[in-house]
């Protein structure tokens, strides 16, 4: 059981602070709103009319892990204590137990709060690694949701180490309330297929799925041209952001499981790379984030737009071998 030092440290952090100046903030264009609250997702969720409603097309998340990582990176004191939870505070497997919307540990509370605002048609998405993917994926499944595929982001440059094997992922699960009525556009981000590109197979030339010509849906194990993490020289990287993913990430996700108009979710907004891509892309947008430093730096991002064509990525090979005769 968590103490009771733990506990009163978590209530000091959900404690309703002031009013942050020019928040929340409505970003106008391509005929749809973005609009950014600053505070506690799961003070503003419980609040917000879409929520209530079950307005919501599309949530994806991709929250703190716990993991004492440092997010106040502008010094502003404001940013969330990665480092105060203990593992039943933040992730508590007896939540399953309990009824919708009486979920005590963090992450369930939050979760629980995303799968309330969600339609029957939408979609929830949520980035996690290793350490919590398990307990979440029973929670979700617990909750009534359809696990659509549990992906897997891979990037070649995992943090070293020499005394177990190189995290080299994280995990993407994909859930749906009604897997029939399920928005599914896999069209925008179709790729070239290895038969194709690898060893010229005419008979991905004349395919009878219903997919174009030498294209196939991705594969559930996402890697490739801009699949790298944010890090380094990255024309994508914002500093004083820690663990930004890339825009063809969020691509994928809001191109495949959205359609223009519809209403999309992040309550962790951080650097602001669901936002720029949902924009972009004509999606109605909701974003909550924890420290009014970042949210600022998230709204100029959105503002601005995506560095990558992420809608030029469609056809792309992903191919890991040259091609044979």
């Keep these: 059981m968590p103490t009771k030092t733990k506990k009163t440290t978590a209530k000091k952090t959900r404690a309703k602070r002031a009013p942050k100046s020019g928040f929340p903030r409505t970003i106008k264009g391509n005929g ?19 929520v209530k409603k079950s307005q919501l097309d599309l949530v994806f998340a991709d929250p703190p892990f716990n993991w004492a990582r440092d997010y106040d990176r502008h010094r502003a004191g404001d940013a969330w204590d990665d480092s105060r939870m203990s593992p039943d505070e933040y992730c508590d497997r007896h939540d399953a137990d309990r009824p919708l919307g009486e979920s005590k540990s963090f992450t369930f509370e939050w979760i629980d709060l995303c799968i309330r605002g969600l339609k029957d048609t939408g979609s929830m998405w949520v980035n996690i690694p290793d350490d919590w993917a398990a307990e979440i994926v029973v929670h979700m499944k617990a909750r009534g949701l359809h696990m659509v595929n549990w992906c897997v982001w891979h990037y070649r440059f995992g943090q070293n180490t020499t005394g177990r094997f190189i995290n080299s992922k994280v995990h993407a699960l994909y859930f ?9 556009n896999p069209d925008p981000v179709l790729e070239t297929s290895d038969r194709r590109a690898i060893y010229g197979d005419p008979r ?4 009878r799925d219903g997919m174009p ?8 194990v996402w890697y490739g041209p801009y699949w790298g993490r944010i890090q380094g020289n990255n024309k994508e990287r914002r500093t004083k952001h820690d663990n930004q993913l890339p825009e063809v990430y969020l691509h994928r996700v809001i191109a495949s499981t959205s359609r223009e108009g519809d209403l999309v979710l992040d309550p962790f907004l951080g650097s602001g790379t669901t936002g720029v891509v949902a924009h972009a892309m004509g999606r109605r947008f909701i974003g909550t984030e924890f420290a009014e430093s970042n949210a600022k730096t998230a709204c100029e991002r959105i503002e601005a737009g995506p560095i990558r064509d992420i809608a030029g990525t469609r056809g792309e090979s992903t191919a890991i071998h040259p091609k044979r005769r």
Aim: net charge negative.
């Design 204 to 207: 991905t030339e004349s395919k």
């Design 213 to 220: 010509a030498g294209l196939r849906v991705p594969m559930d």
């Design 176 to 184: 749906c309330k009604d897997p029939e009525s399920r928005t599914w």
């Design 32 to 50: 749809v709103e973005a609009k950014i609250h600053v505070g506690d997702c799961r003070e503003i969720l419980a609040e917000l009319p879409e």
